[in-house]
């Protein structure tokens, strides 16, 4: 059992980049598959990557070589590296672990 806390979410320009924190608190932290989701208007909660507790990664073809999932489990915090940022990136982010455990989310905005 954890819970997590979004970061580092914000405006920026079509081109730029963010790096989002997902802190989390809690045992078990380590061994978790943690993914980060996001969240348009009108739009459903869609998978942007997950990294394992074998730090295996994933990613959605829409992200693929834009953005990068990390983990430092010594600081209990997942990060997600998003470079090259669309308007179509604007979205609430979410942390989430073992597909069951959520953030608030943090709100990214990609805007000329």
């Known amino acids: 059992q954890v819970q997590l806390v979004e970061s580092g979410g914000g405006l920026v320009q079509p081109g730029g980049s963010l790096r989002l924190s997902c802190a989390a608190s809690g045992a078990f932290f380590s061994i978790y598959t943690v993914g980060w989701y996001r969240q348009a208007p009108g739009k459903q909660r869609d998978l942007v990557a997950t990294?394992?507790?074998?730090?295996?990664?994933n990613y959605a073809t829409s992200v693929k070589g834009r953005f990068t999932i990390s983990r430092d489990n010594a600081k209990n915090t997942v990060y997600l590296q998003m470079n090259n940022l669309k308007p179509e990136d604007t979205a609430i982010y979410y942390c989430?672990?073992?597909?069951?455990?959520w953030g608030r989310g943090t709100q990214v905005t990609v805007s000329s």
């Open positions: 990294i394992t507790s074998t730090f295996t990664t």
């Open positions: 989430n672990a073992e597909s069951r455990m």
